[in-house]
C-alpha cells in the first residue's frame, strides 16, 4: 500500500535529518489541519514524541482551530505551547504604513489606492509570517528544527506565504499531494474531525483554501497529475487554464533567491 510505504519513509527521513542535524527536537506548527497533523504524526513515529513539539498560535483565528490542534497532539502524544498572536498582529498592523501614506509617496500602482484586495492579503499575510518568527524563537530556545507541512498541490500553485509558512527548515510533505496527505493522515490515525474538516490557512475568517484557490483539491490535483504526466487530455479547459496561470505566477516562489556573482 503506498500511504504505508509513504508514511515509514517519511518518518525514517525525518529520524535522520534530526540525528544528523545535532538538534534536541522538532517544531511544528498545529494549526488543526491535516497537513499539520500528518507532519505532526509522522514525526512523532519517527523520533518518538518526547521530542516533537506542537505550537498552537491563534491569531483571532478559528476557537475551533486550536480545539482540533489539541485532539491531534493527544492522538500522537506530543507537548504543545500556545502563543497568541492576535494582539501582536494588531500591534503590528496598527504600525504599519497606510495605503494613504504610500499613495502621497506615489508608491501605489495606478488603480490601487482604496481597492481592498491588496490590504487584505497584506494584512493575512502578517499572520503566517509571525507564526515564522515565533517558531523559529522557539527553535533557538529549545535546540529545534523548524518542520514545515506545505504539500506539493499547494507548493506547485504557491499557495502559501514567501518568508512565512514557506519559511521552514524541512519539508517532508512537500512531494505529497493533497490527496496523498490523505491517505496518509487516515493510515496514522488522524483524528477524523480534522481530516474532515475544510481546509484552510487562517488568513481571516471563514476563509477556505479551495475557495481562495477558485478549485477544490480534486481538481487541483487530478490537473497537477495531469500535467505531471504530460497528458491534459481529460482536463477541463477551465481548470487546466486555471493551475497552469498558479503556477506561473508562483513561479517566484519556488526559485533560489537571484543573486549577483562578481
Known amino acids: 500500500m503506498k500511504a504505508v510505504s509513504l508514511a515509514n519513509r517519511i518518518s525514517d527521513w525525518l529520524k535522520d ?7 534536541r527536537t522538532f517544531i511544528v506548527a498545529l494549526s488543526g489541519g491535516i497537513d499539520s497533523a500528518v507532519v505532526c504524526g509522522l514525526a512523532a513515529r519517527g523520533v518518538g514524541p518526547d521530542r516533537v513539539l506542537g505550537v498552537i498560535m491563534p491569531s483571532a483565528s478559528n476557537p475551533d482551530d486550536a480545539v ?13 505551547l500556545t502563543v497568541d498572536l492576535t494582539s501582536l498582529a494588531e500591534t503590528f498592523r496598527s ?24 490590504q487584505k492579503l497584506a494584512t493575512a499575510n502578517v499572520r503566517p509570517r509571525l507564526r515564522m518568527t515565533t ?13 514545515g507541512t506545505g504539500n506539493k498541490s499547494e507548493a506547485m500553485i504557491g499557495y502559501f ?14 512531494d505529497l499531494y493533497k490527496h496523498e496527505v490523505r491517505s496518509v493522515a487516515e493510515l496514522i490515525g488522524v483524528p477524523q474531525s480534522v481530516i474532515d474538516r ?36 481529460g482536463i477541463d479547459r477551465s481548470v487546466l487554464d486555471r493551475v497552469q496561470s498558479l503556477h506561473r505566477g508562483s513561479a517566484h516562489k519556488r526559485a533560489s533567491i537571484p543573486v549577483f556573482l562578481q
Open 135 to 147: 517558531l523559529y524563537y522557539i527553535a533557538n530556545l529549545a535546540n529545534g528544527i523548524v518542520v
Open 68 to 80: 482540533e490542534a489539541a485532539k491531534v497532539a493527544a492522538m500522537f502524544g506530543i507537548k504543545t
Open 95 to 118: 504600525t504599519m504604513p497606510t495605503e494613504n501614506a504610500l499613495d502621497a509617496l506615489k508608491l501605489l500602482p495606478a488603480g490601487a489606492s482604496g481597492a481592498e484586495a491588496p
Open 17 to 23: 535529518r534530526l540525528e544528523e542535524s545535532g538538534a
Open 161 to 174: 506565504t514567501k518568508y512565512g509558512d514557506g519559511g521552514v527548515d524541512l519539508l517532508p510533505i512537500i
Open 198 to 233: 475544510p481546509p484552510s490557512a487562517g488568513l481571516w475568517q471563514d476563509q477556505t483554501d479551495e475557495d481562495e484557490i477558485g478549485l477544490t483539491y480534486a481538481q487541483l490535483d487530478e490537473a497537477l497529475v495531469a500535467i505531471e504526466s504530460g497528458d491534459v487530455s
